[in-house]
């Protein structure tokens, strides 16, 4: 029988939110190859693989807006069941690698666990998870450093997620208001320091649930 197929790998894209699942081929002459989203058109990743090297993938982050180099031997590659690759700068999850059935089980699982905690929503949510996961990483940056601050002049703030959106809220005044984190965009906005609460929409006092 011939293998034809090095391994798959599943990446989010940074533009639309979807995640999609591809084979890297084995045999390609060790040319470079991309692979762009489906929906959107925007590039995912590129790789290459080599004799000597192994598997070298190229991946845009759409937080830090750097590529991100990851290297996989033939050692690796060859007992590699699912691996989460992340984003070298920030951390971000930019998708997974290993063995095709593996990875489909879990985005699999992942998006039954999601439509049941949200049937409203459906796959709209499962886009948004890692735009949402983002951004509270890039607000907790901001509180622990202090760059974020409320128009009443107090640092001290806390960050949540309430539904599908992420909430701050000022514990000196009680003033609160809703930060968008479903797209780009809106992550590299949050990656200006020294912002204020008055940059985003502001609102009354919000009933967060639990409290």
């Not at 701050?168 to 809703?178: A, D, I, N, P, R």
């Not at 984190?181 to 009933?207: C, I």
Request: proline fraction near 3%; glycine fraction near 10%; include cysteine.
């Amino acid at each position: 029988m011939l293998i034809d197929t090095l391994c798959s790998a599943a990446f989010y894209c940074p533009a639309c939110g979807k995640v999609q699942q591809r084979d890297i081929l084995l045999f390609d002459g060790g040319q470079k190859h991309v692979f762009r989203c489906e929906n959107c058109g925007h590039e995912l990743a590129s790789f290459t693989i080599r004799p000597k090297d192994g598997l070298k993938l190229s991946i845009p982050c759409g937080v830090c807006q750097e590529v991100s180099e990851h290297h996989f031997s033939w050692h690796q590659l060859r007992r590699m069941k699912f691996q989460k690759i992340y984003c070298e700068k920030d951390h971000f999850e930019l998708g997974y690698i290993g063995e095709w059935q593996t990875i489909a089980e879990f985005l699999d699982f992942n998006a039954a666990e999601y439509d049941a905690l949200h049937p409203e929503e459906g796959e709209q949510l499962i886009e948004r998870q890692q735009f949402l996961l983002a951004g509270m990483n890039r607000l907790h940056d901001l509180l622990t450093s202090g760059e974020l601050r409320c128009d009443c002049g107090s640092r001290n703030l806390s960050a949540g997620i309430v539904g599908s959106d992420i909430v701050l809220e000022c514990q000196t005044c009680g003033s609160s208001c809703v930060v968008p984190a479903h797209q780009a965009e809106d992550l590299q906005r949050l990656k200006a320091g020294s912002l204020e609460l008055g940059e985003w929409k502001r609102g009354p006092m919000l009933d967060v649930p639990g409290k």
